[in-house]
């Protein structure tokens, strides 16, 4: 059986199941962040790294992309209607909201909140070692685990959604010839 076959039946399973397992992966997701905060610390720390951005400057840039990608995180679990992902989505496919532009809008707030926070705290090992870590790992469990459960689970829309939709980096609206 494997990781996405689990990742499945964890999806369409009892909603009881659904919800306590979602609480073991959100604890598992944010015990990473953790991870990434603590490493970040220790690694700058037993580098000895200059502070990224030291002074008001860094200060400030790092309230705006954190605030910035905690409004976007927000904004998709609103879209998602509170469910966490990927132990108990929403039951349907959500293409509104910043999931018109793209697949995993969620996972760039994420990645902007960690960078405002890395240069919040002005640590240069979290915004150039850590972030792109624990990103790729992001990266890498959505396209081998959840994207092959989301198109066993929602088929040909999924499918039409994953074509149509980029999964990080919005296109530009294609111009229309001028009616004449």
Not at 40 to 68: E, F, H, K, Q, Y
Not at 113 to 135: D, E, K, N, Q, R
Request: proline share 8%; net charge positive; with cysteine.
């Amino acid at each position: 059986m494997s990781l996405t076959d689990v990742l499945y039946a964890i999806t369409t399973g009892p909603d009881r199941r659904r919800r306590r397992l979602a609480a073991v992966g959100l604890t598992i997701f944010f015990g990473m962040i953790a991870a990434v905060v603590a490493g970040s610390i220790a690694t700058d720390r037993a580098l000895a790294l200059r502070p990224l951005l030291a002074g008001a400057s860094g200060t400030g840039i790092g309230i705006v992309v954190l605030t910035g990608g905690a409004a976007l995180w927000i904004w998709c679990l609103i879209q998602f209607k509170g469910h966490a992902v990927p132990a108990n989505p929403p039951r349907e496919l959500v293409t509104t909201g910043p999931y018109a532009w793209v697949r995993n809008p969620m996972l760039i707030g994420v990645g902007a909140t960690l960078l405002g926070l890395g240069t919040l705290l002005h640590s240069a090992s979290m915004v150039f070692v850590w972030i792109p870590v624990f990103m790729a790992i992001q990266v890498a469990s959505l396209k081998f685990l959840e994207e092959p459960e989301l198109e066993r689970r929602l088929g040909w829309p999924y499918q039409e959604y994953r074509r149509r939709v980029p999964m990080f980096f919005p296109r530009w609206p294609k111009s229309r010839p001028a009616v004449r």
